[in-house]
């Protein structure tokens, strides 16, 4: 495939998975943003700021360097562009990334609580715990080291204040990880209404990670 139809590629995954993400109410209006990683190039696709995913065409989606240069693309990037980048600069694992602002995530982000390794989907696709990084206002770098900080070792984080995100290996993963952050938050909250989570054992944590990210490609559903 030459580079202009890999990058019409890319950013038609990036609409879809914006259409996705409003339909499955992980977000509202414009607030979120989408990126991925343009296969075999050093650069990344991601959401253009201010509009809405429904009116979104492949040609809004901005493909930029990963020092933030733009390479393709008439529309402003993402406010949380430093966000993105940092994190692809990091964390060579991470193709694609999804940021949400859903309401049981963003509660725990409130609370400032993390989402406790207590669910086996959730330790599967994340890795353990989901961290809460310290608070740093949007759209700005710091946010981006606070952010690789927390979510050293993890596909997922939780923003203070602010919301959450999910990485993954492609976008249908990191998709997947958002739904399953949000699911585990919700789940966690109402266990603590009943009294209290119980967290699975390190070693079992560490087993079924190991088991997600070997069976992943062959049975993605069986794995999960
Ligand atoms: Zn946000």
Known sequence: MNLSDQ?????????????????????VGTWG???????G???IAITPTGMSYDTLVPEDIVVL??????????????????????????????QAIVHTHSAYATAMAVARREIPGAVEDLV??????????????PGTEQLGINTVKAMEGRSAVLLAN??????????EEAFRVCQVVEKSAQVTLLAQ????????????????????LQ??????EKSL
Not at 33 to 39: A, D, H, K, Q, T
Not at 124 to 137: D, K, T
């Open 65 to 94: 360097d990963l020092r933030g240069n733009i390479i393709n693309g008439t529309r402003k990037p993402s406010i949380e562009l430093p966000l993105h980048l940092a994190i692809y600069n990091a964390r060579e694992d991470v």
């Open 193 to 212: 209404l009943m009294g209290g989570v119980v967290e699975i054992p390190q070693d079992d944590i560490v087993g079924m990670r190991n088991f997600y």
């Open 124 to 137: 599967q696709i994340v890795g353990g715990n989901v961290r809460v990084n310290e608070y740093a206002l």
């Open 41 to 43: 190039e050093e650069y």
């Open 7 to 27: 990058l019409l590629e890319t950013r038609k995954k990036v609409v879809e998975k914006g259409i996705e993400m409003l339909s499955t109410n992980l977000t």
């Open 162 to 171: 602010h919301g959450m995100l999910g990485a993954g290996r492609d976008l």
């Open 215 to 220: 069976g992943y490609g062959q049975d993605k």
């Open 33 to 39: 943003n989408i990126s991925c990683r343009v296969p």
